[in-house]
Nanobody, 124 residues
Framework: QVQLAEAGGGLVQTGDSLRLTCTAS????????LAWFRQAPGKEREFVAV????????AYVPPVKGRFTISRDNAKGTVYLQMLSLKPEDTAVYYC?????????????????WGQGTQVTVSS
């Protein structure tokens, strides 16, 4: 069992930055891929970024490449999503998720554990 808890969301303006934090606790939390998804009102939950257990491999959805950076600190049991140059279309509830599959998965049904989400709102 892995428990995930997100924090760091808020209301910002276009061009601002935010750093989201997800604390992962439980047995072998450092053995899991950790990912960020987001869900905007009326839309399906979409993949944003994922990082391997060791932190040496990452992947991003194209709209956030070059603006968002995912990282993790296994000693602290934490994964981060640094978001730069935020746009109104980044507005969503951001969720942290975990799985133990080999390779990266980008669909929500491939993730076993989820946090409760944190709201990010970018005003124009």
């Amino acid at each position: 069992q892995v428990q995930l808890a997100e924090a760091g969301g808020g209301l910002v303006q276009t061009g601002d930055s935010l750093r989201l934090t997800c604390t992962a606790s439980g047995v072998n939390a450092d053995k899991y891929n950790l990912a960020w998804f987001r869900q905007a009102p009326g839309k399906e939950r979409e993949f944003v970024a994922v990082i391997s257990p060791s932190g040496d491999l990452t992947a991003y959805v194209p709209p956030v490449k070059g603006r968002f950076t995912i990282s993790r600190d296994n000693a602290k049991g934490t994964v981060y999503l640094q978001m730069l140059s935020l746009k109104p279309e980044d507005t969503a509830v951001y969720y942290c998720a975990a799985n133990r599959f080999m390779g990266f998965e980008t669909t929500p049904d491939r993730y076993e554990y989820w946090g409760q989400g944190t709201q990010v709102t970018v005003s124009s």
